[in-house]
């Protein structure tokens, strides 16, 4: 069973900075893509970044994060990262990763979510 699992959320204040990391439980898991997708209360679940690697790295990112937020990968560590700057008390949400083997498959697999709050 692939398990991911987050770390990294918290308090910080708005301007500040927070990287969350994504570990892969299993390293025989084949993948095709990583992403990282925010819930805020009461609002549908937003995707935030996403990373591939099967033909060089590519990464692509909302304009609502473009510039602030950089999301990379540690092969040996099988974890992927996903650095925030200059966050801003919209950015206040619990952040998922999230895991698919095939290009234009739906994310299959969730980690728990580690929440990131910003205050104004």
């Known amino acids: 069973q692939v398990q991911l699992v987050e770390s990294g959320g918290g308090l910080v204040q708005a301007g500040g900075s927070l990287r969350l990391s994504c570990e892969v439980s299993?390293?025989?898991?084949?993948?095709?893509?990583m992403g990282w997708f925010r819930q805020a209360p009461g609002k549908e679940r937003e995707f935030v970044a996403r990373?591939?690697?099967?033909?060089?790295?590519?990464?692509y990112y909302p304009d609502s994060v473009k510039g602030r937020f950089t999301i990379s990968r540690d092969n040996a560590k099988n974890t992927v990262y996903l650095e925030m700057t200059s966050l801003k008390p919209e950015d206040t949400a619990v952040y998922y990763c999230?895991?698919?083997?095939?290009?234009?498959?739906?994310?299959?697999?969730w980690g728990q979510g580690t929440q990131v709050t910003v205050s104004s």
């Open positions: 999230a895991a698919k083997e095939q290009a234009g498959a739906k994310y299959k697999y």
């Open positions: 990373i591939t690697w099967s033909s060089g790295i590519a990464t």
């Open positions: 299993q390293r025989s898991f084949s993948v095709f893509a």
